[in-house]
């Protein structure tokens, strides 16, 4: 990133669990528009760390800020979508995009407007009426990011958000979510253990060292918001790829070895 004040950054995260340290001194930067990526392995405090940015889970020390703003709870100004997509079964998939709009109390015409765009956007019109026991998974998903992104938040959290896919449906979404990301601008926070993932999707990728999770590196990805599939057959997303598992590795064992 260049010096522009970040859109979403955390400075000296810490987090403890009972006297069981969590989060160690974390560092991250996410610029205006950007899509970053956190790979580390389970346990390693991602889905902490994104519970935290959230403002769902208090901090022990540091701080997070949004546009140089400490993050003091919960916020329109963050959506957040889980690796299920916790849509309410009674609700099909227009009522479900429209909640967080109905909880803002905007007049009706506006929430119609508006999720039917998202459902545009996310290619769902065919499906507005559907309940979700009606829908795959990968719609499941879509419906949840719709809704999500649906209250137009300046920050969209991912956690795992397809790791409850088979291997084509969360191949196809990885795509998906690039095609929204560049569509709509959206500044986008996505945790994952899946290296390849991280690397084809993300404009950087932070990787965390096992509990206590650190940043132990700080990677640009090169191939540009108009990426496809293809990159992951270049040489240099090998190579990326590979050096990141070395690293969860390195740290993998030292994990196991302290234990």
Not at 11 to 35: Q, S, T
Not at 74 to 84: C, E, K, N, T
Not at 116 to 125: F, K, S, T
Request: a negative charge.
């Amino acid at each position: 990133m260049n010096g522009a004040v970040p859109k979403l950054e955390a400075v000296g995260l810490v987090k403890d669990f009972g006297g069981v340290r969590a989060l160690d001194g974390v560092d991250i930067r996410v610029g205006n528009g950007e899509l970053i990526a956190v790979v580390g392995a389970s346990g390693c405090g991602k889905s902490t760390l994104l519970a935290i940015a959230a403002g769902l889970v208090p901090l022990t020390a540091g701080a997070v800020l949004l546009d140089g703003h400490p993050v003091a709870g919960p916020g329109p100004d963050r959506g957040l979508v889980f690796q299920s997509s916790t849509l309410y079964p009674w609700r099909t998939v227009r009522e479900n995009v429209a909640f967080g709009l109905e909880l803002r109390h905007l007049r009706k015409a506006e929430i119609r407007e508006r999720v039917d765009g998202y459902l545009e956007v996310m290619r769902l019109q065919r499906f507005a009426d559907h309940l979700p026991n009606q829908l795959s998974g990968g719609m499941k998903q879509r419906t949840a990011i719709a809704r999500a992104l649906a209250t137009e938040p300046e920050v969209l959290l991912m956690d795992e958000p397809f790791g409850s896919l088979d291997a084509q449906t969360r191949s196809v979404m990885q795509e998906f979510l690039l095609d929204v990301w560049r569509e709509t601008g959206t500044t986008i926070l996505i945790v994952t253990h899946d290296v390849e993932e991280s690397v084809f999707l993300s404009e950087r990728v932070y990787v965390l060292s096992s509990r206590p999770g650190r940043v132990v590196e700080e990677i640009d990805v090169p191939f540009g918001r108009d990426r496809t599939r293809e990159v992951l057959r270049h040489p240099t997303c090998h190579d990326l790829v590979a050096h990141v598992r070395d690293r969860l590795h390195v740290w993998a064992e030292a994990a196991l070895a302290e234990a």
